[in-house]
């Protein structure tokens, strides 16, 4: 039987950025001029948003933010090295990245060779610095396993779980960032040295009715008062749960070291239309984590796709696989964090099962 490990970071663009920019998405929703002053007002905002936001726009507030991230995800990658696993499987959402009009699949299952990965194009896409000062050309390349990935397609295939699959990304635009910052951000003080594990992506289409309408990003209020052409659904978290399971039985049956690796922050502000793209959906993170911690994956099968919507929790259902696969394998949780955040878009939670 083959030996397991369950790792849940996040993959928060930002976090590659420097400090005086990490507030930048709330800074640009405050420029929308369709959402009421009255919550503009940082008179209106929570003790912990004035605190994190102080006199500088949240720069300080950032390098701590950043300490406590690095802090987490140096646990994780310790844990993952403990384990020396083989491979590393990992759920991440396609932000309109390989995935756009021509076809968006639930599930895809990438199977590609070795791949050359530029890290920092979604902070060209914001205009923010890296923190490292590296050229904004700098790439790394994330060694892939072809024919493992092709295995676990087939087995979740056959198991009833339809998932696509795909031998080729696509060119023109940076590699999905899911998984470019996963490897990234596990290798945080080595950027361009070789990263010890090959990786297979299992892309999740975790923005579903927003993939197009939104193009996997920020919408201005104006545009969605208007009326927004929704997509159709993606997977319910019911079953990218199952999605999950079927990938784990998939590993229990391998004869390799697997990492099971979900990436993804949770409730994401620019998501959260309800909270009107000022704060993430912090309460509703906290009842989920409280379960998870817990083990009431009832609790969290329960939730609709309606509700993760509204929480702006879509890039949870990476989540929701991680955790099929730790209810398939009976594994049990060691360690876990949620990082709250009022200002930087989005809490982040880190776990370490076994």
């Known amino acids: 039987m083959a030996e397991v490990i369950g790792v849940g970071l996040t993959h928060y663009p930002l ?29 209106s905002w929570s003790e912990l948003a004035r605190r994190e936001w102080g006199e500088d726009g949240g720069t300080a507030a950032a390098a701590g933010h950043r300490r406590h991230l690095l802090a987490d995800l140096e646990r994780c990658r310790a844990a993952i090295d403990d384990f020396d696993p083989d491979v590393l499987i990992v759920w991440g959402d396609d932000q309109y990245e390989n995935f756009r009009e021509e076809v968006i699949p639930s599930f895809c299952v990438l199977a590609y060779p070795d791949t050359v990965v530029h890290p920092f194009g979604v902070l060209d ?5 890296n923190v490292w000062g590296l050229p904004s050309d700098t790439s790394f390349v994330m060694r892939g396993a072809p024919e493992l990935a092709k295995a676990a397609a087939s087995a979740v295939l056959s198991s009833g779980v339809d998932v696509a699959y795909s031998y080729q990304p696509r060119t023109g635009i940076h590699f999905p960032h899911a998984f470019g910052n996963t490897q ?15 990786i297979v992506p299992m892309a999740v289409n975790c923005y579903g009715e927003h993939v197009i309408a ?3 990003g920020i919408a201005r209020f104006a545009d969605i008062n208007l009326g927004e052409n929704l997509d159709p659904p993606g997977p319910t978290p019911a079953r990218c749960f199952e999605f999950g399971r079927a990938v784990g039985r998939f590993a229990r049956q391998s004869d390799q070291r697997i990492a099971l690796v979900a990436s993804s922050s949770w409730s994401h502000a620019f998501l959260h239309d309800k909270g009107w793209h000022l704060r993430p959906d912090t309460e509703s993170d906290q009842e989920l984590y409280r379960g998870m911690r817990a083990g009431d994956y009832d609790l969290w099968n329960a939730r609709t796709s309606r509700q993760i919507i509204e929480s702006g929790q879509h890039e949870m259902l990476n989540w929701y696989c991680l955790l099929g696969a730790v209810r398939e394998l009976d594994m049990r949780l060691d360690w876990s964090d949620l990082v709250v955040t009022e200002i930087f878009n989005s809490n982040k939670a880190f776990a370490v099962f076994h």
């Open 214 to 216: 939104r193009k996997g």
């Open 184 to 198: 990234l951000f596990l290798d945080y003080d080595k950027v361009g040295a070789q990263f010890p594990y090959p």
């Open 125 to 129: 896409m914001l205009r923010v610095p």
């Open 15 to 43: 976090l590659a950025g420097t400090d005086e920019h990490m507030a930048d998405l709330l800074k640009s929703a405050l420029k929308d001029p369709d959402i009421p002053e009255e919550v503009k007002d940082r008179a």
